[in-house]
Structure formats: structure tokens, C-alpha cells
């Protein structure tokens, strides 16, 4: 892939990777289960389609993950609508586009599907998401156990099952993202389990999918490859053979859903150095790629900031400060970081992006274009595009 000649800045998608990722995850699941891609990590269509090839289900949570699913060939009936906070519009649009399967988070999120679907004619099942009591050690985005917007509380669940009636078929138990642990998977799921099994036999709802959500972790622009799980499926299988004796037969279905492990190695950001200089004793490399193109999210402090791994050949250089092109201090990747040595005009690379790059950065902020997308398959350059950002008159409910 690093042969591949790009105009940088460039993010590149090798499908490839998407490929040996998908195996690595399938083979570490428990058998029979279900996988949804979560859009969020990365909603280019050829991504979304590489996985939905490889049988991938779609977790999304608005409507324009919808539309990218529907586009890259996701069949409805395949898609699971997320989200703590729905529009009736976004979900009466998600049941006329033919989704049958919500997540819901409350009382309120179960009559929203119910009222859409009736307005429709159409018949949908609930997962109704659950925030468990105890959180989950490990993780670096703790959704559970905690106040959250996520999910209705399992004790609320549990204190008042009567408001929650309705097509309820299944639970969704999301607990944490990006755990490389084994051990803490395990435990995570298990957790979900046992609270899934005491939810069900309180509501009497039958539960024909269970959702266990995921949280399987990868190296985010950082050098390294995907942590393995060799001992993950014997382990889940055994606490759900305990618990839901018929999942072997699909009954219900298990499922999991990934977005960061089925991507995130799969991606990189090409660009180029702007400027170097030293400042104060400290040397600095500017780029032209900030938190516009990679970490907006952590650039705004609301993920740890990242320090990339910027790679490219030669002497490294200790102690650099790394800035992006954008008139603010914020645009920062790092303040003390081991560079290359390098000079303007030569390329760097940072690695193992293809999750929560682009689409989870300031791309409108201070009006750059985006880096181009280039998708390489089987070695080749299958397709080079560019997202942009336009504003168009308010014509009609869009
Ligand atoms: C974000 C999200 C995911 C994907 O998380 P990863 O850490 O990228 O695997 C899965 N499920 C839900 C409900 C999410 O919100």
C-alpha cells in the first residue's frame, strides 16, 4: 500500500485489510452469531460494501449512515437503527426505507418506533438498549454503569417493567469501546448476559435477537495490528450455553458490532510537511493535515489527544512539536513527539486510521478541502474521491 503514488493529503483504504480484519473478528466470535459494521467508524461506501460482501449487518444511527448503507448495498432488513435521541422524522424515514430493526433507549424511544411504524403499516421489533448497573473495567469510552443518555438503567428495567410494553424483541447491552483484553471482553459479555437473561424473564418479552455490542480494540494511529482473542468464543459461547440454551440455534440470535477492529487498520493518512522550524529550542513540523482531516475529536479534548505515529524514512527527531495548517493552537497532534527528520515538501504517513479518521474531524472548520479518499484493492487504485462540504438553499425537509 505505501507504493501506491497519491496526491497527498490523502486518506487510503486498502480492502484488503478490511478483509483479513472481518476474518480475524469472524473467527474470534462465538458460532452462530451475527456482526454489525458500525457505520460511525467509517461510512466510505466501499468500505461499507467490502463488509456487507463478507455478510456484515449495519449498525447506524442517522440518516445519512441510512443512506450510505442503503448505497453500498445493505439490505434494510439488515440494518439496525441506533441512537439515544431520533427525530420522528429520521425514524418514520427509516421504516418507509424499509428498516424493521430500532434500538431503543426509554419508554419514550419505544412509542417513537411504534407510532412510526403504525403510521406506516409496517411491523418493527425494539432492542431495547440497557445501561447496566456495574461498569466494565478497561474500556476507554465507558457507556455503562454510569449516567449516561445511553440505554434505560437495568434497575429502572427491572423496578418498573410495565413501562416498558411494546414490540419489544431483544436487548442491546453496548458497554465500552476499544478493549485489547481478552479477560475484559469476557467479562463484559458475560455481564450482558446475565442482565439480558434476569431483563427477559421480568418483562416476559421473548428475546430473538441478543445484541452484546463489542468493543474489540485496535491501535488508532499508532504502528502496531489488532490484538487477538484466541479464547474469546469457547468462553461467551459457554456463559450464553448457560444462560440461553438455545442460541445454538439461533434462538435467539447473538450478535456483536464492531466498527474500530473491522477498520481501523485498514486506513492511513498520507500528507505533507508544510514547514519546520525551531521555536524556543523545540523543533516543530508543520503539516498540512490538522485536526481538520485526523483527532477533531480529541483535538476538542473530547478523546485523549493522539499522538501519531508520523513515519517516514530517516533519523527521528525527540521532543517535536507536530501542528496541523489551522489558525489555532488546538490544531495540535502532539507536543512532544519522536519525528522523522524531516523537511517541507516531504511526505509523512500516519498509520492505522481507517477508523474514526475522517469523518470524526473538524472537516468545516477554517474551510480547507478535504483530504481525497482513495480506496486500493488487490494492490490497485480502485477509486479516488474527495468529500466537500456545500451549502445548498434549505428547499425542503432534507
Ligand atoms: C460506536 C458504537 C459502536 C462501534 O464501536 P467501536 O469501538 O468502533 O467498535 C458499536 N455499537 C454502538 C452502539 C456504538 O455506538
Known amino acids: 500500500m ?3 503514488p497519491v496526491e497527498p493529503p490523502a486518506y487510503v483504504y486498502d480492502l484488503d485489510e478490511v478483509g483479513r480484519s472481518h476474518a480475524m473478528l469472524t473467527a474470534a466470535l462465538p458460532r452462530p ?3 454489525y459494521y458500525s457505520l460511525k ?8 460494501r467490502a463488509l456487507a460482501e463478507r455478510g456484515c449487518w449495519a449498525e447506524v444511527c442517522s440518516p445519512g449512515e441510512l443512506a450510505a448503507a442503503v448505497h453500498a448495498g445493505v439490505a ?13 422524522a429520521e425514524v418514520a424515514d427509516a421504516v418507509t426505507a424499509g428498516v424493521r430493526w430500532f434500538s431503543v433507549d426509554s419508554p419514550q424511544g419505544i412509542a417513537q418506533v411504534e407510532k412510526a411504524a403504525a403510521a406506516a403499516g409496517a411491523d418493527v421489533e425494539c432492542l431495547l438498549r440497557v445501561n447496566d448497573d456495574t461498569p466494565v473495567t478497561g474500556q476507554s ?3 455503562t454503569g454510569v449516567s449516561s443518555q445511553f440505554g434505560a438503567d437495568a434497575g429502572w428495567v427491572a423496578a418498573r417493567p410495565a413501562e ?11 458497554m465500552g469501546s476499544n478493549l485489547t483484553e481478552e479477560d475484559d471482553l469476557v467479562t463484559q459479555f458475560a455481564t450482558a448476559i446475565g442482565t439480558a437473561r434476569r431483563l427477559a424473564d421480568i418483562l416476559a418479552v421473548p428475546v430473538r435477537v441478543l445484541d452484546l455490542g463489542g468493543g474489540f480494540g485496535a491501535p488508532f494511529a499508532r504502528a ?7 479464547g474469546l468464543a469457547g468462553r461467551v459461547a459457554s456463559s450464553l450455553d448457560d444462560a440461553f440454551p438455545r442460541w445454538r440455534h439461533g434462538d435467539p440470535v447473538i450478535a456483536f458490532e464492531s466498527g474500530r477492529y473491522l477498520v481501523g487498520t485498514c486506513g492511513s493518512l498520507v500528507t505533507r510537511v508544510a514547514d519546520t522550524k525551531q521555536s524556543h529550542g523545540r523543533p516543530v513540523v508543520v503539516l498540512e493535515s490538522g485536526i481538520n482531516h485526523l483527532g477533531g475529536m480529541s483535538g476538542l479534548r473530547r478523546l485523549p489527544p493522539i499522538v501519531p505515529d508520523i513515519e517516514a524514512g530517516g533519523a527521528r527527531t525527540p521532543g517535536a512539536i507536530v501542528a496541523g495548517p489551522l489558525c489555532t493552537t488546538l490544531d495540535t497532534w502532539a507536543r512532544s513527539a519522536d519525528v522523522p527528520a524531516v523537511r517541507p515538501g516531504d511526505i509523512v504517513r500516519v498509520p492505522n486510521v481507517g477508523a474514526y ?3 470524526a474531524s473538524l472537516l468545516a472548520f477554517l474551510g480547507h478541502p478535504a483530504p481525497s479518499e482513495v480506496v486500493v484493492s488487490g494492490g490497485r487504485i480502485a477509486d479516488v474521491s474527495r468529500l466537500a462540504v456545500v451549502r445548498r438553499p434549505v428547499t425542503e425537509r432534507t
Open 141 to 143: 469510552l465507558t457507556m
Open 357 to 359: 479518521g475522517l469523518t
Open 2 to 4: 505505501r507504493d501506491v
Open 224 to 230: 502496531g495490528g489488532l490484538p487477538r482473542f484466541p
Open 41 to 48: 467508524a467509517n461510512p466510505h461506501p466501499a468500505v461499507v
Open 164 to 174: 416498558f410494553t411494546g414490540p419489544i424483541a431483544g436487548f442491546h447491552l453496548y
Open 76 to 88: 434494510p432488513s439488515r440494518i439496525l437503527y441506533t441512537g439515544p435521541g431520533k427525530r420522528d
Open 33 to 35: 452469531s451475527r456482526l
